[in-house]
Structures are given as C-alpha cells and as structure tokens.
C-alpha cells in the first residue's frame, strides 16, 4: 500500500537549502555508481524502499509542466523502472559486498514492516517555458528522504534540468538486495560546469539511419550531452536532402536510401530536443566539401568553393536559409577547416584572378570569409557562427561577426590564442573518440590498451592550458566522432567509455579528478549501460549481471 502522497514541497526544499554539502565520496562499499558526479551531495547512507515495478513520475499540481515533459513522464519513469530492477552491483549472496547489503536493508526494514515504498517522484518546476537553449538554466535538486515517510522530488528551473534530476534519481537505485530494491536516501543539488557539451556525429564518411541517430541521442543526453554537432556532410558525401538544391543528395549521397529527407532532419530534431539536445548542423566550407557532385560550377579545386565566383555566396545564402528553417540551433557551424589554398592556384581561372586583383591564395582564405561576412551572415536571421581552429588562427577572429566561436581541435595550446583574438572557445582537440591516445598539451598521452584511453581523456584538464582570465571564454568541450572507421556496428564500442569521462569533465567540478576513484564509478556506470543495451565497452576485468542475462537491444 502507498503512503499518502505528499505534494506540499515546502518542508522539503527548505530542508534541501540546510544540507551540508560534501565533495567527498561517501565511505561505502556499495557507493551510488553516479555519473557524472554532482556538484553537491549529502547520502545518508539509509535507503528507502522502492516499488521499482509500479514507479511513476510526476509533475506537482500546483505547477505549470508543459505538454512537452508531460509526454516524457512515462520515459522517465521506465529509467528508474529499470534501474531499480537491474542490479549494477554483484548480488547480495556473492562474497563480495554482503555486509553492506545486510546493513543497508536493516536500515529500511521499518519501512518494509509499515510496506511503505517509494513509488512515484514528484516534478517542481519553476518556469513551464519548453524552450531549448544550451545555456539555458539546468540546474536541478534532487531530494530522496524517508522523513516522515517516503518521498523524492526534483527541483529545477525547466523541464532539461527535471530530466538530468531523474537521470540522477534512477542512478541512485540500490538493487544490491535483489528481492528488496531501494533508493538512496539523498539530497544533491547540481548544475553544469561547462554550458556546451558537444558530441560530433560524422553521417559523411559512414550513413546512419535515423533510428540510429536516435539511440546514439538517447545515451549521449543520459550523460547531459546538450550538444549534437552533426557532420552531416563532407568530401566523401552528401547525405543530406536539399529542396533548393536537390543534386546534391541525388549526386552526393553514397546511395539513394542513404539521404536524410527533409522530414527526417526534423525529425532528429526534434527528438533530440525532447532529450534536452540542440543539434548543431555543419556545413564545412569553403573546404571538405562535395558540394560539386551535384553543382560543379561551385568549386574552385577538387573539394574546395572557388571564393571568386559570386554565385558560391548566393548558393550558400539560399542553401543556409532552407537549414536553418530546420535547425532551430543558435549555431551554425561553418568549419574553414583544412582548406589547401594552394589548390586554387592549380585553377587557372582563379590564378588568373588572383593576379588581376593582387592577391595570394592565403588572402583569397581571407577574402572568402570576409565575404561570407558580409554576404551570407547577415541573412541568417540573427544565428551565430562557429568554426575550427587548428594549430594556428586559419581564420581571423576579426573576419568573423561577434559571438561566433572557435572549436580547437588540434592544440589544445591554440585556446589562449583564439580566445585572446577575440573568439570564445570549445575545445575538442583532446577528445577525439576515433583514437587510441589523446592528444593533449602536455604531449601524447597513449594508453597501452584501449581500454584505458579514457583515463587520458579524463585527465585533461582544460584550464591548465589558460590563464585565470580566460576560463569564461571556454565555453564547452566536444567529444568527436569521426567515422572513417565507424558505422553503427562498432559505433557504440567506440564511444563508450570515452565520451562517458569527458562527460564528467564537461559537467562537474573542476577538482572531481581522481582516475582511480572514477575507475569503480566507471566501471559500473559501464555495465548499467550494458544493463540497457548499449554497447559498451568495459574498462576493467569484472563482471556485470548482463555478461550472464542481458537482453541485447
Ligand atoms: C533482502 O531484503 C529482504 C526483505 O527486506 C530481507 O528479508 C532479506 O534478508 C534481504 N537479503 C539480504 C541478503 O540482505
Ligand atoms: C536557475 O534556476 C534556479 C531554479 O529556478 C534558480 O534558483 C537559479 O537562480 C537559476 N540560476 C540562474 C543563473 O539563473
Ligand atoms: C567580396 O568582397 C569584396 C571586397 O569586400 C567585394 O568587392 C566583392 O564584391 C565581394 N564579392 C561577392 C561575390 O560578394
């Protein structure tokens, strides 16, 4: 039988504004396997029991909850579901752990003997606004007590910061016991430490389907990924449908059936930003481009835009503007990465003009983006721009309209220099998931086994590399997934554990950076994935319930 349910919250957040706050883990053998680790958490050490079967969410009847969470409140509820009938710990009656199982039930049994279960979590919020934006506010607090009688409720300014707090909620599961479930009596108080937390996706060098971009949505947001940075086209291919320029999926794409419709780019969108994700699209210019499979005139070399042809500015403004009617992203990512300017000057046309106008292949860059500037930007209605930034400034900070960004991916040393040019800054050189080693500022840091690339990943610490001046100006960090050599069957295994520690990284705080600590957090935070059929892999030998009885997904 349920208690009566409690929805005047009142006690209940003034008692969450008491809290000690602890950076320290707590000292206990089951730990809560929480990832990331929030920024403030008091654990009791007392659990309550969890009707883990019948577990609802929520939103309190007082408070306005737009119809878009609402439709969620069954997804969210499944979380905890699951993680509350799926132990991440080895079972009580293995050696390992008993002691800790028998107390942590001891220290329930009232409310086993009074069947008082917690079986629903109550959702505060303080503004019904459903709008998604990456700095918008995610705070949550999260509070699970057994005083008076069971109850949990999520305190946050919107709907995102709700769903990182019922994340969290289902994390703090306790299955150790598993015919008696029980939630971890705790109170935490959390918010982002970097507003951007990007993941690239690369759908040009491999397709994939849009139930897979789904998935790949679904477990970046349990990790409060806000940011999918879509690679949707390159070089190698155009798999994107354009109702202007419609040769360029027809001539671009690999194959027909690998062209993301119109609808299906809404689609995306849509659904990632019913999991709180903004998806950044990117079109790569004036290089990495295979705009001229369909539009040759474009191009002034092989996969570079000849920055002389006006045209290429007009193409770009109609092509952008049917994009942005897509993507409601405040960015547009607009690369400049890697352009061989040398190239045009194998165009006699453009060397010809180049002549004419006195000019270099680096100032026709210069040019380009100057042009851009002027021509293509102020068409977008107001979105701001972002570009890469490799070891050296490629493109001016000062050719560019204030507010756009630059992504470092080479150097993680280029920050300061990008950030003292004037550009804010996402780092995402030390992060690139396609690789075995990171490459960091303090040189390579190259893991013997694969496994344990994430723990160079975890360690790089972004600020070591600025100056106290210029931590605002670092406003995220980006995980890459290049996929030369990925397409869905080996994507998840590549991914996972990497973008897990850099997502701690992006979220917590600053001094949460002990790589043997986060190891066991890891490790089982690995096998909950597992637990849900993600395919990922594990850091450490050991055993998880799903090596004997997962279900595959
Ligand atoms: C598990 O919980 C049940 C019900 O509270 C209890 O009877 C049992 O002793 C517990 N098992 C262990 C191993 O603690
Ligand atoms: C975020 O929202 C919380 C809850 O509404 C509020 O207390 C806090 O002041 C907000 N933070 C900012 C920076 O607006
Ligand atoms: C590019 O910029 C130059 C210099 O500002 C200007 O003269 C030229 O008309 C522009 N070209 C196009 C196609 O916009």
């Keep these: 039988m349920s208690p009566p349910r409690r929805r005047n919250t009142t006690a209940v957040a003034v008692a969450a504004t008491l809290i000690a706050t602890v950076f320290a883990l707590p000292a206990r053998a089951h730990q809560p396997a929480l990832w990331p680790w929030p920024q403030q958490i008091y654990i009791s050490g007392n659990t309550v029991p969890v009707d883990a079967a019948k577990f609802e969410v929520e939103c309190e009847i007082d408070n306005p909850c737009p119809t878009k969470f609402q439709n969620e409140l069954q997804y969210y509820a499944d979380l905890v579901r699951h993680s509350c009938s799926n132990s991440v710990y080895p079972k009580a009656n293995n050696n390992d752990g008993d002691d800790e199982a028998s107390s942590s039930s001891s220290s329930s049994s009232s409310w086993d003997q009074d069947g008082q279960k917690i079986d629903s979590c109550v959702v505060k919020l303080a503004t019904s606004d459903d709008a ?21 409720l999520v305190e946050a300014d919107n709907m995102y910061g709700a769903y990182y707090g019922l994340v969290t909620l289902s994390q703090l599961c306790d299955t150790s016991n598993t015919t008696a479930p029980s939630i971890l009596e705790a109170r935490i108080r959390d918010e982002p430490r970097f507003a951007f937390r990007g993941f690239l996706l690369d759908t040009a060098r491999h397709f994939l389907p849009v139930s897979y971009i789904k998935r790949v949505l679904d477990v970046l947001a349990l990790h409060r990924y806000n940011v999918l940075h879509w690679h949707v086209v390159d070089s190698e291919s155009f798999p994107l449908q354009s109702q202007a320029f419609p040769d360029l999926a027809e001539k671009g794409a690999f194959s027909p059936d690998a062209v993301y419709k119109t609808e ?8 990632a ?12 210019v004036p290089g990495h481009g295979s705009w001229g499979k369909g539009y040759p005139s474009l191009m002034g070399c092989k996969d570079v835009l000849d920055p002389t042809n006006p045209e290429v500015y007009t193409f770009l403004l109609t092509f ?7 993507f409601p992203s405040e960015y547009i990512f607009l690369g400049g990465d890697e352009v061989d300017t040398s190239c045009w000057l194998k165009n006699p046309e453009i060397a010809e003009w180049l002549q004419q106008h006195d000019m270099t292949d680096a100032e026709l860059f210069d040019y380009f983006w100057q042009n851009v500037t002027s021509e293509v930007i102020p068409g977008l209605e107001g979105r701001k721009v972002g570009v890469w930034q490799s070891n050296k400034l490629d493109i001016k ?4 309209p204030e507010g756009s960004f630059g992504n470092v991916w080479q150097d993680p040393k280029m920050m300061g220099p990008v950030i003292d040019g004037g550009m804010p800054v996402v780092l995402s050189g030390t992060y690139y998931l396609d690789q075995d080693n990171s490459a960091t500022a303090a040189g390579p840091c190259k893991a ?11 360690q790089e610490e972004p600020f070591d590399q600025l100056t106290q001046e210029q931590w605002s100006s670092l406003i995220g960090l980006e995980t890459t997934m290049w996929g030369e050599g990925v397409n869905r069957f080996d994507f998840e295994a590549r991914v996972w554990a990497k973008a897990a520690a850099v997502a701690e990284r992006m979220w917590s705080n600053q001094n949460v950076n002990d790589v043997a600590e986060a190891q066991v957090r890891l490790d089982r935070h690995i096998c909950r994935l597992n637990l849900m059929g993600v395919h990922a892999g594990p850091i450490i030998p050991g055993f998880c319930s799903s090596d004997v009885d997962g279900e595959a997904w």
């Design 132 to 152: 998604l934006a990456i700095d918008s506010n995610q705070t949550f607090r999260l509070t699970v007590s057994s005083d008076p009688y069971p109850n949990c």
């Design 397 to 400: 900070p000062t050719l560019l």
């Design 264 to 271: 299906d780019l809404v689609d995306v969108v849509q659904y």
């Design 320 to 326: 952008l503007k049917e994009m942005l009617e897509i």
């Design 273 to 284: 930003s019913r999991r709180g994700i903004t998806v950044m699209p990117e079109f790569d």
């Design 448 to 458: 013997y086994a694969w496994q344990q690339t994430w723990k160079c990943m975890y």
